[in-house]
């Protein structure tokens, strides 16, 4: 068992700032990659960022450039630093470990992040 929990969510201005950290705990060794998403009214659940076991990250496209998805080992802590946000990037962001494949097997309770015009 795996358990997420989400916190530095909250209400920034466009343009402006927020780091989320996701703080892991449980079966930490079983983990192969850890993943931010989001999910905005009316839309699909979408990836944001991921991070390996190795290192390796990747992004989607609207946020490349902006986010930056890091860990912490020695604080068993998952980082997703947004910069230059926009409104468009308002959500509730949801942090999720997984064990093998593509899937993601274990969620955290998700933070909202809302940017103002």
């Known amino acids: 068992q795996v358990q997420l929990v989400e916190s530095g969510g909250g209400l920034v201005q466009a343009g402006g700032s927020l780091r989320l950290s996701c703080a892991v705990s449980g079966s930490i060794f079983s983990i192969n990659a850890m993943g931010w998403y989001r999910q905005a009214p009316g839309k699909q659940r979408e990836l944001v960022a991921a991070i390996t076991s190795g290192g390796s990250t990747n992004y989607a496209d609207s946020v490349k450039g902006r986010f930056t998805i890091s860990r912490d080992n020695a604080k068993n802590t998952v980082y997703l630093q947004m910069n230059s946000l926009k409104p468009e990037d308002t959500a509730v962001y949801y942090c999720?470990?997984?064990?093998?494949?593509?899937?993601?097997?274990?969620w955290g309770q998700g933070t909202q992040v809302t940017v103002s015009s």
């Open positions: 999720a470990a997984s064990l093998r494949g593509a899937d993601y097997d274990y």
